[in-house]
């Protein structure tokens, strides 16, 4: 009847929200009745069809504020009369709307002598849809509007929970964003979820001034990015260089991935655009595109089922998705049948092909490569390793999904049947002795301990020069390319000969297989045991590709930086694979770019690690410079997570929120958004693990079941809540973490 402003307010006053007295006017009177007996108002306009998704009148229409009682009046007739104004007639001429359809109204409401106020937008107007933006600034509202006065900008992402700012100074402080923030969820809950609201504060105390939609977005077909399981492969800011070639591995993977399922290159092209977009990017950061991997996942039958079985193997926290069917012929939906249970059974087999592929592809590149050969003849050779290993690499994704569906019936039998619970049944899994993963860590733990000369280390180096820290991002550094790192992990070994010795001892032990055994049981877990073998051998031949491209990379490297094309080796992980590429075909001078992204990156070294990002259409990078976020650390005591390694230890936290800070973790308990496979070297001088990501096939997981050390993943906000030096007990079979002791820096002791 009035519009959606009058109506929004007369909605959050009815819901109980604090909103200033108000009165509605509908003509132009002789005698107007104020909402209250204060002595400044508001007076605003209220057109029928202001601020609707077709026609906002964004600023057209009069506003007044501060007005004094007796001036009520004629402000009242401005509004009206603004509805007659030259602008007004342009702008409804040019939207074809009849002048007949337009009715003002006007809200006279009690003013706020505000110290702070504002505008909270429920999702980013720039189009992030999980992303609450609150500009605030220092007294009353028109300042903050029309920019005249100086503003601090906050993000909460929804998702994550976590604030930053953009400004001079904090004016809200963490407990007042916060609270702007959730009174803005319970808003959405009674309006809608697009909306942008006025604010005023006096006093701390918050009163809503008006709300209205926020027509500039869509959100019918948003872009989902989630860092699940992902992260653990790239954690925190990957380079330019590693995020294309992570595009392109992912892509051609699940390309194949379909046609096996498929079988139909035809249903395949009606996809494509989805099958090229696994991967997205953001800030620097790599993710899913978890819309698009639902799809994918719903090629297979009995997707339903499959898919919760899958989010829990892959760590994936937001449960909910579009669980509308695929739409196939019903000829090509039988065959999926076919086609999916035959490669589902066939995984282990065809993971032997893999392997031995690889193995040809590996030894071949390696007899080949020279360091004089020209940037033309390693890209040919790049493409010969991607033809040879990207057409069957697929077969990887399918082992993932056999080994998540018989782990998953595995330990619905054991609980089921026997009575088990999780940390027994993850102990059991654990019994896979000699997985891939432990053969580095083995091997280098053998080079401390018996002989480290240079040859066994060139011998060490041929076979696992690949894994380390963060080993899939290209720019990282390995025993490959930088063999002073082994020397550095082999004297960290040496410092404590009693834990190497120990080490040693446990990995000559045989697990003991004590669970129940019958024939279903027995079934279920040898073929959980083989995926997750399988799984783990493509994981380290996985990084040794990586090590392959990373050979090519760093040699053609050399060949730019010596013609000038850029300032240092290293600024070629500035570049995108495209452009490395296009350099070889058409020098030129690419140190401004590479200045331009550095710049680009020291902005998204500001920005919290999102989980999960949802745009209203492509995603993008955040812009400007973000001053500062809020530590979570406050006085949390109780955490818990998922148990994934069974037996307790208490000892000094060692918090790692970047590889640069993992420097003497002997003995300590260490605390980590996610780990990499490379890992596997810290985590055997550790006394345990607590990371925020991960679940019961994740590499924190496997490993650290298989070196004997408890582990807690699914932590919220561990990093931030628990402070390297804090004294913390961890139980790896009930999942609970405590903090015994809080560090007090400045002191240097405990509290």
Known sequence: MYGKKIDNLKKLSDAGFNVPPFTILGSITDEIKLPSDAKLFSVRSACNIEDSADTSFAGQFETYLNVPSAEVPDRVKDVFDSAGSESILAYVAKMNIPKEDISMNVIIQEMVDADISGVIFTANPQGILNETVIVAGQGAGQGVVSTDSDTVTYYWNQTDKVFCYEGKEDILHEELALELAELSEKIKAVLGNLIDIEFAVKNGKIFILQARDITTLNADNPTILDNSN?????PNLSLPLTISFVDMVYSGVFRGLSYRVLKNRKELAKREDIISNMTGHANGR???KISNWYTVIKFLPFSKKIIPIWQEMMGVKTKSYNDD???????????????????????PRNMRKLEKRFTEVNDEFYKSYREDLTPDELIAMFDDVKVKLLACWDVTLLNDMYAFIYTGLL???????????????????SGISDIESMKPVKALIKLAAEDDSAEKKQEYIKVFGDRNLEELKLESRTFRSNPELLDMR???????????????????KVHKDDMPHDLITNRYLKRCCKGISNREISRLNRSRIYGIVRLMIDTMAKHYKQAGYIASEEDIYMLTLDEVFALAKEGRDMTDLVDDRKAQYEVFAKLPAYSRLIFAGQEFDKTGVLVEGYDRGGSFNGLSGVPCSAGQA???????????DAKDVKGKILIARMTDPGWVFLLASAAGI???????????AIISRELGIPAVVGVTDATDIIKTGDTVKIDGTSGKIEIVRRHDKKLNREM
């Open 411 to 429: 330990k619905s039998r054991l609980k089921k049947k026997y009575g088990l619970d999780d940390g027994r049944i993850n102990s059991l899994i």
């Open 325 to 347: 069917g695929l739409k196939l012929n019903p000829f090509v939906r039988m065959g999926t049948y076919i086609n999916s249970f035959a490669e589902l059974l066939s995984a």
């Open 286 to 288: 790599v993710y899913y």
């Open 230 to 234: 992902i992260v653990e492969s790239y």
């Open 650 to 660: 208490e000892g000094e936290a060692l918090v790692i929120k970047d590889v640069k």
């Open 690 to 700: 607590i990371s925020e990501k991960g679940s019961l096939l994740s590499h924190t």
């Open 490 to 508: 082999i004297e960290e070994l040496k410092k404590d000969p009693a834990r190497l010795k120990a080490t040693e001892e446990r990995f000559a």
